[in-house]
């Protein structure tokens, strides 16, 4: 999972599969689904079986230009494994996601706002899990003005702020498999404590320091 050629193996594969099933799929291909469950947007077979491996490529490209234009692009060599495991890990759930999305269009029996659910919490569970791995930059990790200004409040803030991840992943993932009715609100609530406790912890930690 950590190999640079996972992602782009993916990759491959999504567009194998499309290609396979191309002319089984219908006219219309659902695209985007309500909190409800419901398909609420359609698009051609051609947007289904290309939307996603393009914007796969497309991440795939941009994560790995990024390093090349940090001003601080030393520092990826401290997390390379890691920075891999987290480009491989966001596009093997694209392409889990292509396969769900497509395959429930062919009459496979699959919720896929549950299969989402569940994906989303477990690229959180895993993404926190190697959090406290990361170096300080300017484009993957907990930015704020207080991590990036001081590399010990980059430490703690990632130390504490991966735990937080990996619980809140772990919760979305298993209330979208056992309690799906439920899940809409506990994403609303995930989304918000991931964002701002770290946020706020960074800040404190920072007025802590004996040079804030």
């Known amino acids: 999972m950590r190999s640079r050629w996972f992602a782009p193996l993916c990759i491959a594969a999504m567009i194998i599969f499309g290609a396979v099933i191309y ?3 219908p ?4 695209m985007h689904w309500g909190i409800n469950g419901q398909v ?29 234009i940090d001003p601080r692009r030393a520092s990826y060599a401290e997390f390379q494994d890691t920075f891999n495991l987290f480009i491989n890990i966001v596009i093997l759930f ?21 299969v989402v659910g569940v994906g989303v919490g477990l690229l959180l569970a895993v993404l926190g899990n ?3 791995r990361v170096k300080p930059n300017w484009f993957v990790g907990i930015r704020t003005p ?13 130390r504490v702020g991966g735990r937080i991840f990996f619980v809140a992943g772990l919760v979305m993932a298993a209330v979208a498999l056992l309690l799906p ?8 609530v995930c989304v918000l404590v991931v964002a701002l406790a770290p946020t706020v912890y960074s800040y404190v930690v920072w007025r802590q320091r004996p040079s804030a």
Do not use: C
């Not at 698009?43 to 090349?68: D, K, Q």
């Open 94 to 114: 694209l392409a889990a996601l292509y396969v769900v999305m497509l395959g429930s269009t062919l009459g496979w029996n699959i919720s896929v706002p549950q």
């Open 40 to 68: 609420d947007r359609t698009g051609s077979r051609l947007e289904g079986a290309l939307l996603l491996p393009l914007l796969s490529i497309g991440v795939w490209l941009l994560m790995r230009v990024l390093p090349r």
């Open 146 to 158: 207080w991590t990036l200004a001081d590399p010990e409040v980059w430490r703690r803030t990632h």
């Open 181 to 188: 009715a439920y899940l809409f609100a506990v994403i609303l």
């Open 27 to 30: 006219a219309q291909v659902p």
């Open 130 to 132: 190697e959090m406290g």
């Open 23 to 25: 002319n089984q799929l």
